[in-house]
Every structure is written in C-alpha cells, then in structure tokens.
C-alpha cells in the first residue's frame, strides 16, 4: 500500500507541476517588498493586498512579502491599518523581472502591535525558520522536511505544554509523559518509527525534565529525519527532533497577564511583561512566568510546577548584539500511571491481548499523593551576534541545562492470575504488583558550546548559502536509582489494603528489608564536532544542499568510588552527511525536493573476536513536494522516506555472552501536512501519516516483525477554526479537532506474544473572544469521554474529559 500511494504521488507530481505550468512561470513577474514603521523597524504579520487581482500577502517577521507570477501589467498595493490613513503605492510588473518596493507605515512599532491584534489575523503558518538549518532558509527552499506549531495556535486551542502542542505534529505521536527523572527531556514521542524527546531550545541543548510549560514558547520545530549532520547524535534520534524556539525581547512596553482554572482542580497563573531600559530601546528585558497546578482525573495524583525565564537583550550597535536568557522551573509531581509487562510472561497467560480487555480499573491511581517527586531543571544560554561584512555574520552560543530530581516514582507490573496465585495455568488479568524506582538527589549536566559562521555571497553568478560551525558538548550524569516491589493487589473491585502503598509504608519497607535493586549512574563524556553546509543556487530555481559533520566522542567511562577514577573509557570518530536537491517549477509556489540524512549512535564493546564495535548508522532517503499557495495562506508538505538503520547490536547465537554488530532495520512512511489560511477568519491544520516498521536483522524473537516502540503506523491530526472579523462579534472564534492513532502493537514477540493499545479518535473544541485589551476562552478536550491508552512497551491510560477556562488582559 505504501509503495503505491508513494509511486501515485510521484507520479502526479512529475505529471503536474513542469509542463502545465512552464507558461505562467515564464511570462509572470514578481513583486518583492519590505514594510517598516517610522522608527524603522520590521513590520511583521501586516496585510498587503494586490488590488486588480484581490490577492493578498503577509509580511514576514523581517517585514518582507512576496507576490509572485504576476501577469505584466500597472498595479496597485494597498496597505489597511485600522484608524490609520490606507497607505497606496502604485507598482509596474514586467514579464521575467523582480520589482522590489519598500512600504514605510505611518505608524511606530508599538502602535501596529495593537493594530495588527485588531487586525483579526491569527498566523499560522511559518514559511521560513532560521534553526532547521542554522541559517535563514524558506521552507520551499528547504530540502528537509519540518512542521512549525505557532503560539498563535496554542491560544487557538488554549493549550499550556507541549505535549498538547505536539499533537498538530504530523506523525508524531506521545508515548510516556515526563518522568521528571533528572536528564530526561520532559515527554516520550514516537516519530517515524523512533522514539524522541523534547531535547533542544533554540537549536541548543535545553532539557527540561518535568511537563514542559508553554509558558515560554514563541514556536515549536518538530524536524523530521535522521539529522545528527547539524544537531549531532546526544539530542536527536533517527526520527528526527524537537526544537523549542523561546520567545524574545521587542522593542516597546507590552506583555499579558492570564487566569485558567478547570477540571481536576486544574489552576494556573501565568504572566508576560516585555520592557525597554533604556531610552535608546537597545537594552531589552522580558519576563515570561508561571505557575501551574493539576490534580489528576483518577482517585490520587497531581502535578504542580513554578517556572520563570527572563530575557534580557542588548543591542550594542548595528553590527554587535548580545542575547541572555534563563529559564528556572520546580515543581513536584506523583507517578505516571504506568503498567509494565513482567520479563517473558506469555500475553496468552492474561486472558487478553488488548488493554480495553485488562481487568484494571481505569480511574484509580493505586499509590497515594504523597509518593511524589521533586524536580528542577535551570537552563541559562548566552548569545553574541556580530556582523563581519554585509555576507557574513558570526555567533558565539553557550548553552547549560541543569536538572536535579528526587523522591518515589510509583510504577504497576501487570500480573497473569498464574503469576500472582501460584496456580499452574490459570488465565487472566486480575493482580498487579506495585512497586517504586526512586531517585535519589540525581543530577545530570550538559554545557554546549558553538560557534556559527552564516554567509550569503556569490561565487561568479552562483548564490551560496553557508554555515559553518564548531560544537563542543559536555555531559556530566550522577544519578542514583533504586527501589523495590511493595505488594501484590487485585486490580480492581474491593482492596483492602489499596490505601497501603504510600510514603511512610515504603520508607518502613526499605529500611527493614532494603533495596531490591540500585542503579547508579555516573558518567564523564565530551563531543568535539565541526560542520559545514551550503545551499547552492544552479539557477534561481534549482538548489543543491551538501553538508558534513565530524564527530569525536570522548567517554571517559563509569565513575569507580572504590578507585577515585573514572574507568571503562572510550573514543570513537563519526562522520554524517547530508545532501539534497530542490527545484521550484513555480518559484516560491512549488518546491520538489530530495534528500539523504544520516544520524549516528554511538556504541561500546567489543565482539567475541575483539573487534570493537562502530558508531551504528542510520541513513534516510526522501523526496517530496511542498506547495505555497495564494501567496503563502496555504503550506502544504507531502513526502515519502525509507530510513534504514545498519549496524545494530544483535545476539550472537554461537556465543551467547557476546553481540554481533550486523543487525538492520527499515523504517519506511508517507506523510501529508496542510496548514491554511484560504480565507480571513478561517484557519485549517491537517495532517496524515503512515509508517511501515520492522526488523531485518535482529534476534529470532523479533525479526520480521514492528519493533514494539514504532508506534501506532497510521495517525492522524485536524484542527478547523474560524474567528468572526467584522459586526458586533468581531472577535469571536470557534476550534474543533482532534487526534486518531491505529492499534499500537506494545509487544510483539514470536516467544512472549503480541500486545494491543486499541485504535482511537479523541476530539477537542474550544471558544474565545479575543480583543485589544484582552481574550476570553474555553475549551474541551476529549469531548467523547474516551477511554484510551497511550505506551512505550506499556499500558498508559489517558485523561478522560475535562474542561477550562482562560481570561488574559493585555497590556
């Protein structure tokens, strides 16, 4: 199925784009512009309307727009702020030329922000990003496949953490929610068949390892692909990586102060306040805070977290600026519900191979509150900017994340009747043991360090894109985990003792009898890397991109408390490649485009001969098209990519103690993403995704068969909203969506059995009334009250219905 709908595509893309369009293409001509204000700053999110043909643009957040395969002709742009004079510049478009023109309102910068909030204009497309590719690149120019999530979509459907966010990500799909365990990134996702983590912020390292607050986010980059070339291998996997682009300092006085309350006791504050320090408006400070209270939707539970990023920026002169932010969070929060599989328990022995088949009762908790844990996590980056020449431009970066966890960590094993009873073949799912991984004042430490230098410049008549970049990453991991089983209880009915698994019962536990485990970690490693890349321009409309990354990882081994030494050590040299191919047959309408992504892991052993082991390797091939239409309110990114992962640990059958490194494993899928605006008010995001996983070479067991951590192959996302812009609502908007995944196979294993978390669809709606000086809303999440599972190699159940509401007043 997915080598046909891949060879259809093609096939009508190929068909489609060239020949029926060679003629527009070539009699058409373009008009390039820039608004500013009148103190000549960069006028984003303005509307510019081309009157004769009723065709509108949006001026990016460097105030530039584009209007492109014009008929030759006089024509006129008009410009419409309300309470302000229209502003009317006549242009002559001729067939094959660029006409380039400079609108200047006669407004100041903090006047069109509250303009362009009147304005009715909730923008939801990015049509360009500077961190996919460490330099300014549009998407349509961009051989890599990414979806952006815009605050102005999180408001949309009143959203407070990324894992919501995350849910307008095409094939992207939740799997675990935060541990909170020091060196986590916050939530576990599946993306194309590999699990990641919400590891980088602004294109750096930035773990947070508790629910990730929104608090502080200007976009989401969810990255598709094996992409170790620029990010390297610490922070990403073979499914690609998620970036958190944080909001900045501006120029003028303004910010935001926001109630929501709902269900579950659900109670939360949040300001933003943004200000100038000094007349010149070069020294810039803004403040992003939070405070975030959630009860849980079972019996016990809760999740409560305090979070504070300031931001300070200053602007020395036109060709030197620094940027200084932190971002500071705490909080406390119970187990995550989660329900294991005991090691080799046959599925068959539990009566069931589906979760909506398990006896255990959906809404309690099985552990009390005060098993909780206490998390914090400090991040604090440093940024200087300088301009070397009007081409080239330098940045020096200094990342550091800090996190620290402790306390009880409640978990469930799912016990088959014959496991808890004693009793040879009795089928069933009616015990689970409950049992506790602590951590105990862990703490892990990363410092990145990189050097960026971006030029644009010509080599004869050839334009060239260029980042080269030096990147140094430290990571210091001492973490202690350990812990115990507590008892064995029904799963649901009456349970006499289900109020015993709880602070001072544990701790008693331990004290009398130990530990039944430890599990130290104290690591030392550095990576030394260097990269170069470079978009090429052939012709104005076909582009080359060839990059390179070497990687030296330095791991000095396991911390030995007997010895005083680090010991165990070692060192291993990668490279990673990266190419790809762009044409437009539409300039900046139609872009197809092809590419190669590697990434790399690191490995460590040796095989029964002594022949050490190499970085295992993961190289993708895609190709697609991406579609920019009615100048830029319809985005859409269709694609189909094979990624194959070589080198993989395997068992050695001849030598059991030991592993062979030939193992494989495809990854093969189609994604479709539509994000649009086609008219004022109504605002549309859909996405589709099929993924084809499995195992080639790999233990008996498995081989042949999806990996248990490939997720759910099919998933789906929709989003449809409309905000009313004229008349006495003007102001008022409507959202509905939601969410479908297919079954999940969470175990699959010719020896232990197949294990199912059954298909779902979950719906969402919300209501808002936004105005100048402030913005009401409502919302509903699974609006159906659906019971449903999420899990990575476990049972997860999932928040039942809920509703909040949210009042901010703007300033």
Known sequence: MIRQTGFLWLLMTLLFSPALLKAEEENGGTIRGKVVTTDGRAAADVVILLQETDESAISETDGSFTFAHIKPGSYHLIVTLMGYTPIEEQVV???????????????????????????????????????????????????????????????????????????????????????????????????????????????????????????????????????????????????????RVTKKPYDHFGGDVTYSMGSYGFNRISADVNTPLDKEKDVLLRINTAYNYEGSWQDYGFNKNFAFAPSL???????????????????????????FFPYMQPVADLGTDRADGLKIDYKRAYAKNDLYQTARNTNIFGQMKYKLSEQWNMSTNVSSTNSFSNGPSPYFYLLSDAAATGVAGAK???????????????????????????????????????????????????????????????????????ANFNRRNLDTLYNNHGLAFTFPIRNLTNTYSAYVSDLLNLTDNLMVMAALRVDYFDNKGSYNDVKGIYEGGYNQTAFSPKLGIVYEPLKD???????????????????????????????????????????????????????????????????????????????????????????????????????????????????????????????????????????????????????????????????????????????????????????????????????????????????????????????
């Open 589 to 811: 309408r139609i872009s197809i485009f092809g590419n190669y992504q590697n990434g790399f892991t690191n490995q460590v052993g040796t095989s029964a001969g002594g022949k050490a082991f190499k970085p295992e390797q993961a190289n993708q091939l895609e190709g697609g098209v991406k579609l920019q239409l009615l100048n830029g309110r319809i985005n859409s990114t269709l694609s189909y990519y094979s990624i194959k992962v070589k080198d993989v640990l395997r068992p050695d059958q001849a030598n059991p103690n030991f592993s062979v490194q030939d193992g494989t494993q495809v990854s093969k899928g189609f994604e479709a993403e539509v994000i649009a605006n086609p008219f004022q008010g109504l605002n549309i995001v859909a996405g589709f995704a099929y993924n084809d996983s499995k195992y080639e070479a790999a233990a008996k067991d498995v081989e042949g068969l999806r990996p248990a951590t490939a997720g759910s192959p099919t998933l789906a996302n929709l989003w449809i909203s409309y905000r009313i812009s004229a008349g006495v609502a003007d102001g008022l908007g409507f959202g509905f969506g939601g969410n479908y995944a297919s079954d999940n196979k969470i175990l699959n294993d010719r020896t232990v059995g197949t294990f199912i978390l059954p298909s779902y669809t979950v719906l969402n709606a919300s209501i808002f009334y936004d105005q100048p000086r402030f913005r009401v809303a409502f919302k509903m999440d699974n609006i159906t009250d659906k019971h449903y599972w999420i899990g990575y190699t476990t049972v997860n159940p999932q928040k039942l219905r809920s509703f909040t509401g949210s009042l901010a007043f703007k300033f």
């Open 93 to 243: 478009v001729n067939a094959g030329k660029t006409t380039n023109i400079r609108l200047q309102l006669a407004v100041t910068s903090k006047a069109l922000k509250e303009v362009v909030v009147t304005g009715n204009h909730n923008k939801l497309i990015k049509t360009s990003s500077v961190d996919v590719a460490k330099m300014p690149l549009k998407n349509l120019e961009n051989p890599q496949v990414y979806t952006t999530i815009t605050k102005d979509l999180l408001q949309q459907q009143v959203i407070f953490s990324v894992d919501d966010a995350l849910k307008n990500a095409p094939g992207l799909a939740r799997m675990w929610d935060a541990t909170g365990r020091g060196g986590d990134g916050g939530g576990y996702y599946n993306l194309r068949g590999f699990i990641t983590q919400s590891k980088l912020r602004n294109g750096l390292a930035g773990n947070v390892t508790a629910k990730i607050d929104a608090y502080n986010l200007e976009q989401v980059e969810v990255i598709k692909g094996p992409s170790a070339t620029l990010f390297g291998n610490s922070l990403t996997s073979y499914g690609g990586l998620i970036n």
């Open 313 to 339: 920026s200053y602007r020395v002169n036109d060709r030197l600026s620094f940027l200084f932010d932190a971002e500071f969070s705490t909080g406390q929060n119970t187990g995550l519900g989660v329900f």
């Open 428 to 498: 069933g799912s009616n015990y689970i043991s409950r049992n506790d991984q602590f951590t105990d004042n862990s703490r892990d430490a990363i410092l990145e360090i990189q050097q960026n230098f971006n030029g644009d410049f010509m080599i004869g008549s050839l334009r060239n894109r260029f980042v080269g970049g030096l990147d140094y990453f430290h990571h210091n991991a001492n973490q202690f985990f350990g812990g115990g089983t507590y008892d064995t209880i029904p799963s649901h009915g009456d349970i006499p003792t289900y």
